[in-house]
């Protein structure tokens, strides 16, 4: 079965300036896929050349097999079945909630659009809003409402550009996951872009790290997190420190918290550092053990409710990040161990 997205090649410029580069990626129907990346790295661009606002100089986009996009073709937008959300809610203001829902839907009768507008208020829990106008709800509450809006005229797939960017923190995690549950059932394929990895990780099946126009790595959430391919997307996404240390043998490198079994994220990265090597610690690797002859300080600690993560000064003048359940005293000279398992390295 083809892809109900799929993005080969793709490349475009604005006058001399590349955006997106060479950007290939392929969503199954059914899916969610979410492009991550810090601001102007080019996922907006991405999502208007899918939509049809954008006529890339290269590339080929398909949508459920058929191509929309390509060298001398560019489908408009409105005869793409897409259905898209903005961050900032961008519902018409003098048109009621229901009236809004119902704007894509002109093609149907009457009984049948008022039919589909109650479906989708129903479905994203807005139905004793219909009549309301947009300025009486909250921010939450219009982002459903752009997103039923979205739903309404039954897209063949859903672009979401920074949909929860402008919501409080709490609100933007419920929302996330809410419209996750919701496009799931539905069995909707949608393509999100957020700068935001607890965004991205809360809604996404697959996860495209992006780079200054090109996916730098795609793969599930749990990947990214514990396999980084490059040191740039082990930064970018979640906490952690680089260790540095000296290949010991195959597979192990000796660091100021031991030797430590690692995993290269390259091919030749093994060898390409002459044997300096830089060890990806997260701050759940590392925890606190009376017993351990490895010492280290406590320099900085940082309350999270049902954890600390602290910040431990080890003997070669390096930091690492540590979870504890109870905080240590600042300063105090405490014993520390790793996790068992590989640990990811880079040529150093
Ligand atoms: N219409 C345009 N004309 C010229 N340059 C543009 C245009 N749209 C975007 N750019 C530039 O292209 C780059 C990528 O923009 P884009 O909006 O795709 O990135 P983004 O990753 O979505 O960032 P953000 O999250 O800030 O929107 C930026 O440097 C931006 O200034």
């Not at 979410?34 to 790295?41: E, N, Q």
């Not at 599930?220 to 906490?239: D, I, M, N």
Request: aromatic share 6%; glycine share 10%.
């Amino acid at each position: 079965m083809s892809a109900a997205l799929e993005i080969r090649g793709l490349h475009h410029a604005y006058g001399a300036h590349p955006v997106v580069r060479d950007l290939s990626l392929s969503l199954p129907a059914g899916t969610i896929g979410v492009l991550l990346g810090a601001s102007g790295c080019g996922k907006t661009t991405v999502l208007r050349c899918v939509a049809g606002f954008e006529a890339p100089q290269r590339g080929d986009i398909f949508l459920d097999g058929r191509p929309v996009t390509r060298p001398g073709l560019v489908v408009p937008p409105q005869r793409r079945r897409i259905g898209m959300v903005f961050q900032d809610h961008a519902l018409f203001p003098h048109l009621t909630i229901a009236q809004n829902v119902a704007f894509g839907l002109q093609g149907l009768d009457r009984r049948e659009r008022a039919r589909r507008v109650a479906e989708m208020l129903e479905v994203v829990g807005l139905s004793a809003w219909a009549n309301a106008w947009p300025h009486q709800l909250s921010g939450g509450q219009q982002q459903r409402a752009a997103l039923a809006r979205a739903l309404a005229p039954q897209p063949a797939l859903l672009l979401l550009d920074e949909p929860f960017s402008s919501l409080d923190e709490a609100l933007r995690a419920r929302l996330a996951h809410e419209v996750r549950a919701l496009l799931r059932e539905r069995g909707m394929t949608a393509l999100v872009v957020t700068h935001d990895q607890h965004e991205a990780f809360a809604m996404a099946d697959a996860v495209g790290l992006m780079h200054e126009g090109r996916i730098e790595q795609w793969g599930s959430p749990e990947a990214l997190y514990r396999t980084p391919a490059t040191r740039h997307a082990a930064q970018f996404v979640g906490e952690g420190v680089f260790l540095r240390g000296r290949l010991a043998g195959e597979g192990e490198v000796e660091t100021a918290l031991g030797r430590l079994p690692v995993r290269f994220a390259g091919e030749g990265e093994a060898t390409a550092g002459q044997g300096n090597v830089e060890v990806l610690l997260r701050p759940e690797d590392v925890r606190l053990e009376a017993a351990s002859p490895v010492r280290a300080r406590v320099v900085d600690v940082l309350f999270r409710g049902a954890q600390c993560r602290l910040t431990l000064r080890l003997s070669s003048g390096e930091d690492v990040f540590a979870l504890a359940e109870e905080a240590p005293l600042p300063s105090e000279t405490v014993g520390v161990a790793v996790r068992r398992g590989n640990f990811r390295a880079f040529a150093g």
